[in-house]
DNA sequence: TTGTAGGCGTTATCAA
DNA sequence: TTGATAACGCCTACAA
């Protein structure tokens, strides 16, 4: 041990009495007990116990057990701050998620934080009220040195180059974009609504309407887009389409707004989410006495679990959840450890939930 | 400057030719841009870069300037992590929730998230899903050094302490202990069911039945005593209790329990939390034909927004989340601030909402 | 295998 | 007000 050292650590715990310490991970002056401490008083270098702490270090048996001891009767726990400062790797990461009024992301996020949990990775957790507060969040996870960052919020191009620039890795969760190059799970929407417009086309439905998103949703442009462009394919034009903002309310508004204009009754909505949907459902039985689904169809997307209720056994594309979760916790973490891995795009297909809010006989 | 540092430090990017650097916050050489950095270009000491970025800090308005300016031309942003280390502060909180099939915690999620990022602070989410594994995860919030912890989940009194001899301020949420001095934030649970009791018995239900939560869940139990002791009160005993799991599935399966056992029918079910209410309507009127009120009042405890759905209007009491979670926020950054404040519980009291699933005239 | 010494990027302390 | 210098607690060559 350096003279130096040695004289900045006097504690009073030197050497002996360390039988009963009260304050497990603290040293008797009330400071945190760091690899010094266990060092003085194991009697070896403060490396030594730095090694021991490390995974695939060089330490023989004798001295990881002479450390390990002293380190549980001291409580000591290697401080995960001044390691991200040395070692550059912070294990955490950040999640950023803007919808929380849409049941499914909470779901997500449950998903997400069990799969980095398994690779010792910490979330550190940014939700959004205002698109305009983005810019000042990035800054913060900048700041904090995360390892990587996922995204269900849309950023802008100049937002994604931010975290390009300074090689932070980062994977979309259903958004993405066409003309520049991002890492990116996605559910198929495009396809999943081109199978529900089909699956009511064969059912005979002839009055489709298509409640949306908000126009600003990434995710509800795609999903009105594949129903629309579907539609167009079957013959079907001039499809009323009314805009929602993923909430229950919007959903029986948009279903009034539906029913009021001087447009054709539809016969079948076609929601941007589950909980439009079912706003919807509750609408249509509630508001104007219709049967879902004899007299009108309506059909979702997500899955959520709500949507399986028995008072609305929603029609409905079910995003494979855990596995996207998973795969975006694979994706970012391998890009992590290896940051030269190109950007990529890997796109899962919904499951058709049949349920019996549609006519498909 | 220093000679040391002038060496160390000597980037391509020295002195002039600093106007179009297509690398914001990363220095020619791909590492991160520094107050070194800065300092060099501005001509100023790192120490003088460092007060520029601290709020209350004594600098001339003109080396705040001139450091402002070349800060923003470099995208320098302080590193939170080499701050934490050195001031003991990571601004970092974090937020232990177990049980994430409650959807009331999703919302609880995005207040705390909400409160917290208002005061500039960072939410650090840790999940459980096993009440086994929150030892290795105390261990990891301890070593992230975060400034607090609010706790959704329930700690055992060593592992309060865990906190408490390491002077992390803890915050319960909706948990407490009789004999042990914690700090919390409750709804009244027992008060709340009171009075849905009182509501019930007042219009004439004869035949209480009760569903429960885990029955590890100290809400759960604490919503339950408060049910039975004001049926006893009342003269009702002999209530038939069924246990769940907070779950919409495990409220139909209670529901049909009930109803499937050899004591009488119920006229009135209270459960634990709303989800497993929602469960209980569908189970009653979908698989046993009862009408909601009129042939069986149902009641909750919570307030989701998916109680309000109009399939259900459930009748139930409402916790003021935003409330409480400001309250759990404040608290928390008050003691964070200052340490020797002594624990303190705040309760809250739930507000009934009438609803339609009970009959109550 | 073990110890020494330097550095990670800040803030804090003290002279100047 | 500013600048040099010492922490903060750890990891990591490099030397022993």
Known sequence: MSEVSAKKRQGSRGGKSTGSSRMLGMTDEGKRVTSYDVARVAGVSQSAVSRCFKPGASVSKKMRDKVMTVA??????????????????????????????????????????????????????????????VDKMLDQVWQYQVDGVISAARLSEEQVSFF???????????????????????????????????????AGHKAFSIITGPTDSMVSNQRTQGALNRLKELGKKSVPVVEGDYGYDSGRAAFRELMESKKKIPDAVICANDVMAIGCMDAARHEFDLRVPEDVSIVGFDGTSTGAWSSYRLTTIDQPLEIM??????????????????????????VFLEGESARLG
Chains 1, 2 share one sequence.
Do not use: W
């Open 72 to 133: 549980k009767e001291l409580g000591f726990q290697p401080n995960a701050i001044a390691r991200s400062l040395i070692s550059g790797r912070s294990n955490m990461v950040a999640v950023i998620i803007n919808n929380f009024t849409n049941l499914y992301y909470p779901e997500l996020l449950v998903q997400l934080s069990r799969g980095f949990d398994e690779r010792g990775v910490h979330v550190l957790l940014f939700t959004l009220e205002h698109e305009s507060d």
């Open 164 to 202: 390009e620039e300074r090689g932070v890795p980062l994977v979309f969760y259903n958004r993405s974009f066409q003309d520049y190059p991002v890492s990116a799970i996605c559910c198929n929407q495009e396809e999943g609504e081109r199978v529900l417009v089909n699956k009511l086309d064969a």
């Open 325 to 350: 979760a998973e795969a975006a916790v694979s994706m970012l973490m391998d890009r992590v450890e290896n940051r030269d891995l190109p950007p990529e795009k890997r796109s899962f297909s919904g």
